[in-house]
């Protein structure tokens, strides 16, 4: 659980990074790594964005003194309150329920969005980058890192991939499929989209701490060995540019009109 590549991370207990697994990467490694290109500064409004458990929301504010709107679907709010509240930043880190294409938050509300291995099970959709830039001002950061692919697969699913590989990971995309991604949507301008070194080799780490018993993934991993599996940053600012009304409802009246036509 120590890496040199990681000097924030080290200082936190491993039995508080394995109590607040949420998914199949260490959430402070990725978090870490993605704040080395994201300037935070005490005081800002950062929002969570599918935080799991919440350990990347304690780190946030703990090494930056950012507040924190720690939200997730999938995990229930009051076992990340306690979490909170044991770390000592729960006047600091707020515990929200809510999905990520349905956000209770007002316009330009956020300093910054940062999603950490979360983002590829809502943000691929063409209109989600124009959706989640309105939460944050002009100029704001929006970042992610997360499990994602070294180079697109166009074609066949490779051999030594395919006893892991389900439907659902159609979703994995590499750094420069991203920087299409965002940069077509017209709102974002992406700064960085790269790959950690060695992201394989983080992500095969991990699995032998906290499931040596996934066999299936440790040996793809070690079979791909970066090949096609690795860990993806991207960083973008949101243009000041206006954006598309995000529609919720549409108005209709009813007016009846003759089914069919008279012979």
């Given amino acids: 659980m120590i890496n040199d590549n990681f000097p924030r991370t080290n200082a936190y207990h491993p039995d508080w990074i394995r109590a607040g697994v949420s998914g199949g990467a260490n959430s402070l490694w990725l978090t870490e790594w993605l704040t080395e290109a994201v300037d935070l500064a005490p005081g800002m409004r950062v929002l969570d964005l599918g935080c799991g458990r919440g350990a990347s929301s304690v780190f946030l504010h703990r090494e930056f003194g950012v507040e924190v709107w720690a939200t997730d679907l999938w995990f229930g709010p009051d076992e990340r309150a306690a979490r909170f509240r044991d770390a000592g930043v729960a006047d600091s880190v707020y515990p929200i329920r809510a999905d990520a294409r349905a956000l209770p938050f007002a316009a330009e509300f956020f300093d910054a969005i940062v999603g950490i291995d979360s983002f590829v099970y809502y943000g691929t959709d063409d209109?989600?980058?124009?959706?989640?830039?309105?939460?944050?001002?002009?100029?704001?950061?929006?970042?992610?890192?997360?499990?994602?692919?070294?180079?697109?697969?166009?074609?066949?699913?490779?051999?030594?991939?395919?006893?892991?590989?389900?439907?659902?990971?159609?979703?994995?995309?590499?750094?420069?499929?991203?920087?299409?991604?965002?940069?077509?949507?017209?709102?974002?301008?992406?700064?960085?989209?790269?790959?950690?070194?060695?992201?394989?080799q983080r992500w095969l780490d991990w699995q032998?701490?906290?499931?040596?018993?996934?066999?299936?993934?440790?040996?793809?991993?070690?079979?791909?060995?970066?090949?096609?599996?690795?860990?993806?940053?991207?960083?973008?600012?949101?243009l000041d540019r206006p954006l598309d009304p995000h529609i919720t409802t549409v108005d209709t009246t009813y007016q009846p009109q003759p089914l069919l036509r008279e012979h």
Avoid: K
């Avoid at 001002?137 to 006893?163: M, Q, V």
């Fill in 127 to 200: 209109l989600y980058a124009n959706y989640l830039a309105s939460f944050v001002r002009p100029g704001a950061t929006i970042a992610i890192a997360g499990a994602g692919l070294t180079r697109e697969i166009d074609g066949p699913i490779p051999e030594h991939l395919r006893s892991w590989w389900e439907p659902s990971m159609a979703c994995l995309h590499s750094a420069a499929w991203w920087r299409r991604h965002w940069q077509r949507s017209g709102v974002l301008e992406v700064e960085r989209a790269d790959t950690m070194s060695d992201g394989w």
């Fill in 208 to 238: 032998h701490e906290v499931a040596p018993d996934n066999t299936t993934e440790i040996q793809a991993l070690e079979q791909d060995r970066g090949d096609y599996l690795g860990y993806v940053r991207v960083v973008a600012r949101r």
